[in-house]
């Protein structure tokens, strides 16, 4: 079930709130600790779907500041009043049943006793679900904060283990797979946020989000699981891209952001969930490689993966990326369009890209997959990076020249590819380049899709410079990982449309020109 927490500071805000979340929850949270004056009996007598009755204190992450017995008043009043639940500290439940009273078996009320921990998820946290049960509740909260994505792990193990009616998962960036995938994990309920600004707890998902994109509610013990590994992750347009294709195809599926320090650790991890495939992203293209059981031999001569499959329990890992790249330079070379409709087949000359001298900013996983693939075409390439080491490294890989960014001559450059993040949302005013060095004619590519235009980009444009955007790139290797994932080809301009959706509320003509100009 999915329960929408209601935070308003008035009464009138809360049933406002109340009629909306209605729409969409299947429970309802009234958070009594942010409300001056809570008016218990009207709120409750207005409600449409069943409700939980809390009154978080501070030292819970709650609001109320008053004493115990006011705060505990306003609980025993809401089983009085016959709340469907009520949701109680794991150090205050005792007091709360000392009322005979009011918590006899013909109560209409359920008693959630809760736990919360803001700081970690502590490794005793079975002995705390022990100790929870012989409460006397009939369901048990346990919420912790990940540090990590394994974390989630541990939470999912605890679901696996419960005997009875258990709510848990993770607070945190680290921890929102726990409240999307809640189904699979076998939490009695996720929380989800009314929207954005209205959230109860950090890492919460925003409702429509959790319906639409990630579809929660057709999700069950059968859903494959797919998602991205890399860190950061949070900017990421994959989850809206590949859920919706999976919706496209009528496929069980999920994929989902994980945001991951260490790969080793999550891989190994995370075959408890049996997770299906991954696309892979910065920092991890090239650590991922000896956490896998086999490579495919392009991936392996470029040294960076950025899809993994799982193929009967092995991992096996690919790269799209440097062939993506490789045809949208093609296109924008040529002056075709990069985006061709479902029935058309691409050809472009591979010959378009012999004797071209191209720098390559970065040298990370894209910068290898592109460079490679270059050189394959007969490209004279040169790797420029501010670890100049990390450059030289590369050049020797794929068979180049070295050198730093400042060794970058516009002409002497027939193409520019920038393979950093330099210039990514939220950084969007940082480019990798000076306006003065780029000139008129040159084909500057910058491998970044959000935003569609980055500062380089616009200044390369008004430089005469033929610009081409990140976002043919990342919709030619997202199809390809879904290809390898589920052996079906989708359409190119579906992932473009549904980028473009995400990142552009109603795109303007200008936007609109980005994706169709010879780029």
Not at 449 to 467: D, I
Request: positive net charge; hydrophobic residues 40%; glycine residues 6%.
């Amino acid at each position: 079930m999915i329960c929408i927490p209601i935070v308003a500071t008035n009464l009138d805000d809360a049933v406002n709130d109340m009629t909306e979340a209605s729409r969409f929850a299947d429970i309802i949270e009234l958070r009594l600790d942010y409300m001056k004056r809570p008016d218990l009996k009207s709120l409750l007598g207005r409600r449409t779907k069943p409700v939980i009755v809390t009154n978080r204190p501070i030292r819970e992450g709650g609001k109320f500041e008053g004493n115990e017995d006011d705060r505990l008043s306003l609980l025993k009043l809401a089983i009085q009043l016959h709340a469907d639940f009520v949701d109680v500290e794991h150090d205050s439940i005792q007091r709360l049943r000392d009322d005979a009273a009011l918590i006899t078996p013909a109560s209409k009320t359920r008693l959630i006793v809760s736990y919360h921990h803001f700081q970690e998820t502590p490794g005793n946290i079975t002995e705390i679900y022990q100790k929870l049960s012989k409460s006397g509740a009939d369901i048990i909260k346990i919420v912790t904060s990940a540090t990590t994505i394994v974390d989630n792990i541990t939470i999912y193990r605890l679901l696996q283990q419960a005997k009875m009616p258990l709510i848990s998962f993770c607070m945190g960036e680290y921890g929102t797979i726990s409240r999307i995938l809640y189904k699979i994990f076998g939490s009695y309920v996720t929380f989800a946020s009314l929207q954005k600004g209205k959230e109860s707890a950090p890492g919460q998902v925003n409702i429509h989000d959790l319906l639409n994109v990630y579809r929660v509610k057709s999700q069950d013990k059968q859903t494959a699981i797919y998602g991205l590994i890399g860190n950061p992750v949070s900017h990421s347009i994959g989850p809206y891209i590949h859920n919706a294709l999976f919706k496209e195809v009528g496929l069980n599926a999920v994929y989902v952001p994980f945001k991951v320090d260490r790969v080793a650790d999550f891989i190994k991890e995370f075959k408890a969930l049996d997770t299906r495939g991954y696309s892979v992203t910065i920092p991890h293209k090239e650590s991922v490689i000896g956490c896998l059981d086999a490579i495919d031999p392009m991936a392996k001569k470029i040294g960076a993966v950025n899809t993994v499959i799982n193929k009967d329990g092995r991992l096996m890992g690919y790269n799209t990326d440097g062939e993506a790249a490789m045809k949208t330079l093609e296109c924008a070379i040529e002056g075709t369009s990069h985006v061709p409709s479902q029935s058309q087949t691409t050809t472009t000359n591979n010959a378009l890209l012999k004797g071209k001298t191209v720098d390559i900013l970065g040298a990370g996983g894209a910068a290898r997959a592109i460079a490679f693939g270059l050189k394959h075409r007969g490209a004279m390439v040169t790797i420029l990076n501010r670890n100049y080491e990390r450059a030289q490294m590369l050049a020797r890989d794929v068979g180049c020249l070295a050198g730093k960014p400042d060794d970058f001559q516009p002409l002497q450059t027939d193409i520019i590819i920038n393979a950093t993040p330099v210039g990514m949302f939220p950084a969007v005013d940082d480019t990798p380049i000076a306006r003065n060095k780029l000139k008129p004619g040159m084909v500057v590519f910058d491998t970044i899709y959000n935003p569609l235009e980055t500062r380089l980009l616009k200044e390369a444009r008004e430089q005469g410079c033929t610009v081409v955007g990140g976002l043919p790139m990342f919709a030619r290797q997202a199809a390809e990982q879904f290809k390898l994932w589920t052996g079906q080809t989708p359409s190119l301009e579906s992932i473009e449309r549904i980028t473009c959706e995400r990142l552009m509320n109603t795109p303007s003509q200008k936007d609109k020109n980005l994706l169709t100009k010879k780029s």
